[in-house]
């Protein structure tokens, strides 16, 4: 599976961004989805997910609101639009991939065992 994350860039506080991520190599209809961050000097953070057909999201408590995953099957793309962004939110977004025959909601790392290459994303205050 071949990952591509884009749309990071520069936005003042109170803006929005819309990332995506294409995939190919796979079904990407039956291959569950997550969204994780890394800011300077900090963990990688879970921040969102979406199951096979879109029934099933979940956030982490701090986008909660403000960000939206959603997913295309037919152009084999997911995406993050976020919203009210916070300096907080300024990261490097990981689009992810979990193969597993399951369709589960799943917030670790370990879960996913495709990453792409990750997009920066900055929020001036």
């Known amino acids: 599976v071949q990952l591509q994350a884009s749309g990071g860039g520069l936005v003042q506080a109170g803006g929005s961004l819309r990332l995506s991520c294409a995939a190919s190599?796979?079904?990407?209809?039956?291959?569950?989805m997550g969204w994780f961050r890394q800011a300077p000097g900090k963990e990688r953070e879970f921040v969102a997910t979406?199951?096979?057909?879109?029934?099933?999201?979940y956030y982490v408590d701090s986008v909660k609101g403000r960000f939206t995953i959603s997913r295309d099957n037919a152009k084999n793309t997911v995406y993050l639009q976020m919203n009210s962004l916070k300096p907080e939110d300024t990261a490097v977004y990981y689009c992810?991939?979990?193969?597993?025959?399951?369709?589960?909601?799943?917030?670790?790392?370990?879960?996913?065992?495709?990453w792409g290459q990750g997009t920066q994303v900055t929020v001036s205050s």
């Open positions: 190599g796979r079904t990407f209809s039956s291959t569950v």
């Open positions: 979406i199951t096979w057909r879109g029934a099933g999201t």
């Open positions: 992810a991939a979990d193969t597993s025959p399951r369709n589960r909601i799943s917030t670790g790392a370990s879960a996913y065992n495709y």
